[in-house]
């Protein structure tokens, strides 16, 4: 079993920060790409960012200059830190990595269950 956990999610004024964490626990060898998703209300989920093991990032067109991830590959935790909110950043906000338990396995998709970001006045 492989656990994701979130934090760092709550509610921010317009042009404000948050950070969001998601540390991966469990059976894991090793862990290839890592992302954050979101998904608004009434919306699909889109992603966000994108961050490979050896620290190639990607980017949604709506987030860049804005937001950054990064990674602690030691500690299997990857981080959001998002700059310069804006209202239409509000959804929640889901950690994905793909791991493999062990050599010679295929990475395996896991989600982690979300953390609310609200960016409001």
């Known amino acids: 079993q492989v656990q994701l956990v979130e934090s760092g999610g709550g509610l921010v004024q317009p042009g404000g920060s948050l950070r969001l964490s998601c540390a991966a626990s469990?059976?894991?060898?090793?862990?290839?790409?890592m992302a954050w998703y979101r998904q608004a209300p009434g919306k699909d989920r889109e992603l966000v960012a994108s961050?490979?093991?050896?620290?190639?990032?990607a980017y949604a067109d709506s987030v860049k200059g804005r937001f950054t991830i990064s990674r602690d590959n030691a500690k299997n935790t990857v981080f959001l830190q998002m700059n310069s909110l804006k209202p239409e950043d509000t959804a929640v906000y889901h950690c994905?990595?793909?791991?493999?338990?062990?050599?010679?396995?295929?990475?395996?998709?896991?989600w982690g269950q979300g953390t609310q970001v609200t960016v409001s006045s």
């Open positions: 994905n990595a793909a791991v493999r338990k062990a050599p010679g396995l295929w990475p395996v998709d896991n």
């Open positions: 961050i490979t093991s050896d620290g190639s990032t």
């Open positions: 469990g059976t894991i060898f090793s862990i290839s790409r």
